[in-house]
Nanobody, 127 residues
Framework: QVQLVESGGGLVQAGGSLRLSCAAS????????MGWFRQAPGKEREFVAA????????VYADFVKGRFTISRDNAKNTVYLQMNSLKPEDTAVYYC????????????????????WGQGTQVTVSS
């Protein structure tokens, strides 16, 4: 399994922006579809965004559409989550996840289908 390390979290005011990064170890990153999930205190982990191996296919949770953008750079073994127009309700620990996939266009929204997880990075949005 690929090893994942997130970074880029922090404290930001409502309306601000952050870019999360998730660096993957190993030489097989391009064979993994990737996702971002988040978990707020007292809540279950929820899907945020996912991207296919090639980066050509993406999907977003309704509550982040138009505000967040997922992207990847396979040459750098990194997936990103650009977060704009942040709201206090976006406060959570954000996790990246990877899933080895045979298909270039594949992506998944169910956390149970991901086999590799990072340790998470805290995002706090103040009002």
């Amino acid at each position: 399994q690929v090893q994942l390390v997130e970074s880029g979290g922090g404290l930001v005011q409502a309306g601000g922006s952050l870019r999360l990064s998730c660096a993957a170890s190993g030489r097989t990153f391009s064979s993994y579809s990737m996702g971002w999930f988040r978990q707020a205190p007292g809540k279950e982990r929820e899907f945020v965004a996912a991207i296919s191996r090639s980066g050509g296919n993406t999907v977003y949770a309704d509550f982040v559409k138009g505000r967040f953008t997922i992207s990847r750079d396979n040459a750098k073994n990194t997936v990103y989550l650009q977060m704009n127009s942040l709201k206090p309700e976006d406060t959570a620990v954000y996790y990246c996840a990877g899933r080895s996939s045979r298909y270039v266009t594949d992506y998944r929204v169910n956390s149970r289908e991901y086999g590799s997880w990072g340790q998470g990075t805290q995002v706090t949005v103040s009002s």
